[in-house]
């Protein structure tokens, strides 16, 4: 194997499986500060700072803002981490600097005595999360051999779903110290970004390819890989299945509390079995889907049925008339989530169209996972008119992502370079 600086970075050795439970962790460690926030505690801090009217606005708000920092610093990170020329490598450097910034805005989410200094905190978190996703993604296609990513792959795709339900879990004993709700989470961060530092094969950058270092290419390189078919088509199902995800993750607590008309101690300890159900069905099928499809070497037909178990969860969800329905419709969305993000990281790994800008082509993909953050709680407002005239038909918003589920189904048909 050619060594070097200038060495194509192939994942062609062998990995431990120490290092993977490194990866993982680490992978485990950035969902659950970043999503416990989006969950619940920017929502319930909202509701102790905002007026009850005002409540959905303003989560709406927030969330909306940091997605879009999410929507520019992922792919700016991540094609940055492609260029980056430091002898401690292109993937580390990123994710130090990704943990230094996001201590910063969870401190100022913790402390925020105000809506607008909250906000404030969920952009600079946004962007210290997203720099450390645009270096740690791409380690599965530039370390883990082929032959292991679908697998590698299965066990990241239930991280969130993990760190979802840790996080709710955690926030049960914090809620007495609003700094500590924020902080405590990030332990975890802290522990597994730097052990996956200490023993991550990274490199520096190229040197003799201009692109690579021509920071001026930036902003043509981030729209280069949308000239690719099979890149775009995956983008697209992804989006859409996000946007399902997006509905469910920001409003359940105001269904639980507006719909089903608990009481918001109730609703708590309902997002907490929720989230238990969701992280039980979602690890359950994630390593099962992903050793399957690396058996099978396919991974279109997974995608897409994932995407259609989704649907099927969020429609039983928009029906639910009580809390036990609620939580059969969360435990089936959960089972397609499992699959669908075990199979679909490994689908976009064997699609990237150029080994040497997977970071930032990565970084481009997760626009797919931060715009629907934005554009969700956009809509929400909309939707939540339908059939109510006081605009609380959050029934109306699990139906639209029981339609957004479905199109990301359809959405995988066209690729043609993974079965």
Do not use: H
């Amino acid at each position: 194997m050619t060594t070097g600086p200038d060495a194509p970075m192939e994942p062609v050795r062998p990995v431990s499986g120490g290092f993977i439970a490194v990866y993982v962790l680490a992978q485990f460690g950035i969902w659950v500060a970043l999503l416990t926030p989006v969950v619940l505690t920017i929502a319930l801090r909202v509701g102790e700072i905002a007026t009850e009217a005002e409540k959905g606005q303003w989560l709406g708000i927030i969330l909306a803002t940091g997605a879009f920092v999410a929507l520019i610093s992922a792919p700016v990170c991540g094609a940055l981490s492609d260029r980056t020329l430091s002898r401690f490598g292109r993937r580390r450097p990123w994710l130090l600097g990704g943990l230094a910034v996001s201590a910063v805005g969870l401190t100022i989410l913790g402390t925020a005595p105000n809506l607008l200094l909250l906000g404030l905190g969920w952009v600079i978190c946004q962007a210290g999360f997203n720099a450390m996703q645009a270096a740690c993604l791409p380690i599965l296609p530039d370390v883990v051999p082929f032959r292991l990513q679908g697998r590698v792959a299965g066990m990241l795709g239930m991280t969130s779903t993990a760190a979802t339900f840790a996080g709710s879990w955690i926030t049960q004993f914090t809620q007495t110290s609003t700094l500590l709700m924020f902080l405590a989470p990030f332990g975890i961060t802290v522990i597994g970004v730097i052990a996956l530092v200490l023993i991550l094969p990274d490199r520096a950058a190229p040197t003799d390819d201009g692109a690579l270092t021509n920071l001026a290419a930036i902003p043509r390189a981030l729209i280069k890989p949308f000239l690719d078919r099979d890149f775009s088509w995956a983008f697209v199902s992804r989006f859409l299945i996000m946007m399902a995800w997006s509905f469910l993750l920001t409003y359940q607590l105001f269904f639980l509390t507006d719909q089903l008309s608990l009481e918001r101690s109730d609703a708590t300890q309902v997002m907490v079995r929720s989230m238990a159900i969701i992280a039980v069905a979602t690890i359950s099928i994630s390593i099962v889907g992903g050793f399957v499809a690396d058996w099978s070497g396919r991974r279109k037909p997974f995608v897409a049925l994932a995407a259609i178990i989704e649907a099927t969860g969020f429609l039983l969800v928009a029906l639910a008339p009580s809390v036990p329905q609620f939580l059969v419709g969360v435990a089936v969305a959960g089972l397609g989530k499992g699959l669908y993000f075990a199979v679909d990281l490994a689908l976009l790994a064997a699609i990237l169209p150029n080994k040497e800008e997977r970071a930032k082509d990565m970084g481009v993909f997760q626009i797919a996972n931060s715009l629907p953050q934005s554009l969700a709680p956009a809509l929400a407002p909309i939707i939540l008119v339908l059939g109510s005239a006081d605009g609380e038909n959050y029934a109306a918003v699990f139906i639209a992502g029981t339609v957004f589920a479905l199109l990301g189904a359809v959405a995988i048909a066209p690729i043609r370079r993974s079965r």
